[in-house]
């Protein structure tokens, strides 16, 4: 049955596939809904909706926003907002030069740290997307520090606290509420399940967000096992909120390509799409 998959990233974050080629690969794979969603950025929507057209797969504009909560990083996925708003543009610019800046001190970090990687080398990884920790890790991947992208992601190197760790200026996730539904769009709490890397998000958390206008929770995800899907399944109902399922595709990224692992039902997408509805009035 054809399929709906709301949370992949492209060339312009970290993904592997261009926006065409991304979508030619749901077609293939008989997904009739993909929502593309870099981090940060909206540089591959006009590419993914043109191919869309050509492949006849509907692809649905989105944002994975980075915010932080008290010191912990917390991501805000965004679907049907205006790529156009003032606002949202002028805060992805600010984070893309944030993100850039971030980067080059990782890197400053682990050179000190005696790693021989460079700046200059994640920059062409990144091939003038925007700049994130798995471009880092990729670098490190190629000079032999270590075996795979993931490896990266731990205290000794870049993850969350590690010594080469550098916290990003991000939003707050109420603020990414407001600038989302300021441009027309709805959001999802991304993968809670995978909260800093280690724990889930507290329940309480997203309670707090729903009373602030949260309005959906992607409840299915690769890095969830089935206990957390139902908890974050029956959680959304609980609080009257939407929930999808996604793949979180970073094409060859991470082994298999993941494109359709996850798919979200038929009824919470129209719940999802009617909800942007409502809110660009």
């Known amino acids: 049955m054809p399929g709906i998959d709301l949370h992949t990233h492209t060339i312009h974050s970290d993904g592997t596939f261009s926006p065409r080629g991304l979508v030619e690969l749901a077609a293939e794979r008989r997904l009739d809904v993909i929502g593309v969603t870099d981090h940060d950025s909206m540089e591959g929507l006009e590419e993914a909706e043109a191919a869309g057209v050509e492949f006849g797969v509907q692809v649905v504009p989105g944002i994975e926003l980075s915010t932080i909560l008290s010191g912990e990083g917390v991501h805000i996925l965004c679907y049907f907002m205006d790529p156009s708003d003032p606002e949202l543009r002028g805060e ?38 925007n700049i994130i920790r798995p471009h880092v890790a990729q670098a490190l991947v190629e000079a032999g520090v270590i075996a795979t992208v993931k490896d990266a992601f731990t205290e000794e190197l870049i993850g969350s606290g590690g010594r080469a760790y550098v916290e990003k200026e991000a939003l707050g996730p109420l603020e990414a509420i407001e600038l989302i539904h ?32 949260l309005d959906g929770i992607e409840a299915s995800h690769p890095e969830h096992g089935p206990e957390l899907e139902t908890r974050y399944t029956q959680l959304a109902d609980r609080l009257g909120l939407f929930w999808t399922g996604s793949s979180d595709c970073h094409g060859t990224l991470y082994d298999p390509v993941r494109l359709g692992m996850r798919t979200t039902p038929r009824e919470q997408f129209e719940r999802l799409r009617l909800r942007a509805e409502e809110r660009r009035g």
């Open 92 to 129: 992805l610019l600010r984070l893309r030069a944030d993100r850039f800046s971030r980067a080059e001190r990782m890197v400053a970090r682990l050179q000190e740290l005696g790693y021989p990687i460079t700046f200059e080398r994640v920059r062409e990884i990144a091939k003038g997307g």
């Open 182 to 213: 300021g441009a027309g769009g709805v959001c999802a709490l991304a993968h809670p399940g995978t909260y800093r890397e280690v724990s889930p998000v507290p329940d309480d958390v997203i309670e707090r967000l729903t009373t602030k206008g």
